[in-house]
């Protein structure tokens, strides 16, 4: 017997909920707030409201954030996704991706819903958390002046983002003044950012600060690549623009590895090297299997920038 693919997202987006729940927020209560293009329907807003007796709203994101933007080309658009979809680029054929990603970059943070929030931490289907987290994220934010916190970074796929680093550079030159001076630009560029090195924080994965993408300076920058429509002509992740934006707009002290929290989004895992870490987090993840140091992360360019 088949199984819808929507059932399916539906019964592990109900996973995750539950593990964000044993792992952490039936100790602290924190509301959530759940966002889709379409309505939600009464069968799931009963399943997941039973998980957690935090408060749970449900919002329906607005057409003209989820849908591409009237200056498209949509004939240019289509045979972009045609062709990636020939090469085999992950998600390469994909419209809702691309509208994913575009939502994510630019439109989340302006939702209603949201408006009453500084803080978040993005929860997505599919995704796991492996040890308690026994102190609170968004008190330390707050209280060490964080803006971005992480868990995984890796390399983006190239062929996704062709132009995007010659956009930021292009920004760039027409905005010096958005350049912190305490940037991580080493973070992102090998060579003092004539080149972007493809490394990026894994966004299904973010405890951030709002106000900085409500800032005029990334909304700036956001705006700019919208109008280069590289969200659909090619397939900018959201990943890369909030990586990007963070590494060269904000201080490097802003940006925070969780180093403690237990995150899988298959196929790849963070777990806690640190033993003590570790064992206080009662974590289920075997550290051996972290992809902390694999050849494809970029925790050891993180570090040594």
């Known amino acids: 017997m088949s199984v819808p693919t929507r059932h399916i997202v539906f019964v592990v987006f109900l996973l995750s909920v539950r593990e964000v729940e044993d792992r952490f927020n039936r100790k602290f209560g924190y509301p959530y707030v759940l966002l889709n293009d379409e309505p939600f329907d009464e069968e799931f807003k009963k399943r997941v409201s039973v998980l957690s007796s935090a408060p749970m709203e449900f919002g329906l994101i607005p057409h003209d954030h989820w849908n591409a933007p009237s200056w498209i080309d949509e004939q240019r658009a289509t045979e972009a996704r045609r062709k990636m979809g020939e090469d085999g680029i992950i998600y390469g054929d994909s419209l809702p991706y691309r509208n994913m990603c575009r939502f994510n970059s630019g439109f ?11 803080y978040y931490w993005r929860v997505e289907p599919w995704v796991h958390f492996h040890c308690d987290v026994n102190s609170d994220p968004f008190r330390f934010m707050q209280d060490h002046n964080k803006s971005y916190g992480f868990t995984i970074s890796m390399y983006e796929f190239e062929a996704t983002i062709r132009s995007l680093w010659e956009t930021v550079k292009e920004f760039s030159k027409i905005y010096p003044k958005t350049l912190n001076p305490q940037n ?18 894994w966004s299904n994965f973010e405890i951030a600060d709002m106000d900085f993408w409500r800032g005029d300076t990334y909304m700036s920058f956001f705006e700019f690549l919208d109008q280069k429509g590289g969200f659909y002509y090619e397939r900018w992740g959201d990943a890369p623009v909030h990586s990007i934006a ?14 403690e929290i237990g995150y899988e989004h298959p196929p790849y895992t963070h777990c806690p090297i640190n033993e003590e870490q570790w064992t206080a987090g009662r974590c289920s993840c075997n550290p051996k299997g972290s992809f902390d140091y694999d050849g494809y992360s970029c925790l050891s360019r993180w570090e040594k920038n």
């Not at 989340?108 to 500084?118: D, E």
């Not at 991580?184 to 924080?201: M, P």
């Open 246 to 259: 963070a590494a060269l707009f904000l201080p490097r002290s802003s940006v925070h590895f969780f180093e």
């Open 108 to 118: 989340f943070f302006r939702h209603s819903l949201l408006q009453k929030y500084r």
């Open 184 to 201: 991580a630009l080493g973070f992102v560029s090998d060579d003092g950012g004539a080149n972007y090195n493809l490394c990026h924080f």
